[in-house]
């Protein structure tokens, strides 16, 4: 007996010495695998809320749109974990980012925003953007001047084209969805295709570029141009008529207007869902981030031009951006046309 006894418990110290390393040398890459799967689970989960909330104006793969920052940044990927997490909880003063913290008056837990965090440190973007277009969320592209073959040829012809090649690519890309292609102004921005500007100093130009101008659409540039592409833009401008008269032809872009039908309501109903739902919530009943638009005081109080202009335009001092840079007419005239249906079945606010 004494001898089965010693050879079982020889056996099991045997195996024990051959099984404990076999483990210990097992567990790190458990531990690993299981690291790599919470990664793949916080990702994948962010990639949803991602595309309901941060797609409109970070892009469809965090490219960024217009003026707001690319969230695919190396910058940013460097940053440590806890100064993005309060970017995205708390907001950044001065700019559109909100706080999303519910606890800062946002709409996101913590979770969300730990998992997005995640994303941004540990980009899977090709995944987001096929994620982002199989929800339908993909958001309009901006719309933008094209700059011809005509054009270019016409301007290769005048001192200094280089210069204001470069300036007319600025202009196409970033100035004309506002200013219009010909210079001539919209319902959102001024005109610059004038004398007043073309007499203003050149500081003054520089400054209203790179810093913006208060209380306006006119969104900073320093950031975003370089001084040598600020300065083209402006030789562009001071030279308009000098390249008109090369023979280059502006287009000339007039607001259409659309009437209301049920084609219009149905595209509008979707572009709201895409850019506007995180903000003023499911069919425009409001969130704790921007108010209700499905109620009969503001339906009756806002006639359809000035809910036009108010997308168009933004609100100053509110987290409402202008969506005239990145919409065309007729985007924004469905969500016109969308936002007053509701009127036909908006309740009552019962007076106290």
């Known amino acids: 007996m004494k001898p089965l006894m010693k050879l079982t418990g020889f056996a099991a110290t045997l195996a024990m010495m051959i099984i404990l390393p076999l483990y210990f040398l097992q567990e790190p ?83 969300h925003i730990q ?36 054009m270019v040829s016409a301007i290769s012809s005048l001192e200094g084209s280089d210069t204001l090649l470069l300036g007319l690519n600025i202009y196409a890309e970033n100035c004309a969805a506002c200013h219009a292609a010909n210079g001539g102004g919209s319902s959102i921005a001024p005109a610059l295709n004038t004398d007043e500007l073309r007499q203003t100093p050149v500081e003054d130009l520089t400054a209203i570029i790179e810093n913006g101008v208060s209380g306006t659409l006119m969104a ?17 401008l001071l030279r308009w008529p000098e390249i008109e008269n090369s023979g280059v032809e502006f287009p000339e872009i007039e607001m259409p207007v659309f009437e209301s039908t049920p084609e219009m309501i149905a595209g509008g109903d979707r572009l709201f869902h895409i850019a506007c739902k995180s903000c003023h919530g499911v069919d425009a009943y409001g969130t704790p981030m921007a108010p209700s638009l499905n109620n009969p005081t503001f339906l009756s109080e806002t006639p359809d031009a000035a809910i036009y202009q108010i997308i168009a335009g933004g609100v100053s001092d509110t987290l409402m951006p202008a969506w005239g840079v990145r919409l065309s007419d007729q985007d924004i005239n469905s969500l016109v046309a969308f936002i007053r249906s509701l009127e036909n079945n908006t309740q009552p606010i019962l007076q106290p």
């Open 29 to 111: 890459v458990s531990q690993a695998q299981i690291q790599q799967d919470y990664l793949d689970r916080s990702i994948e989960n962010a990639t949803d809320v991602y595309a309901e909330n941060c797609v409109v104006c970070h892009g469809a793969a965090g490219e960024g749109i217009a003026t707001i920052p690319a969230l695919d940044s190396e910058a940013l990927r460097s940053m440590p974990e806890d100064s993005l997490y309060k970017i995205i909880s708390r907001g950044v003063d001065g700019t559109q980012m909100a706080a999303w913290d519910v606890d800062e008056g946002g709409i996101l837990t913590r979770a």
């Open 220 to 236: 900073a540039w320093k950031n975003i141009l370089t001084p040598d592409e600020i300065d083209a833009s402006i030789s562009f």
């Open 115 to 150: 998992e997005l965090t995640m994303l941004i440190l540990n980009p899977a973007w090709d995944q987001v953007k096929i994620r982002v277009a199989d929800l339908g969320l993909t958001p309009p592209t901006p719309a933008k001047m094209e700059v011809s073959d005509e």
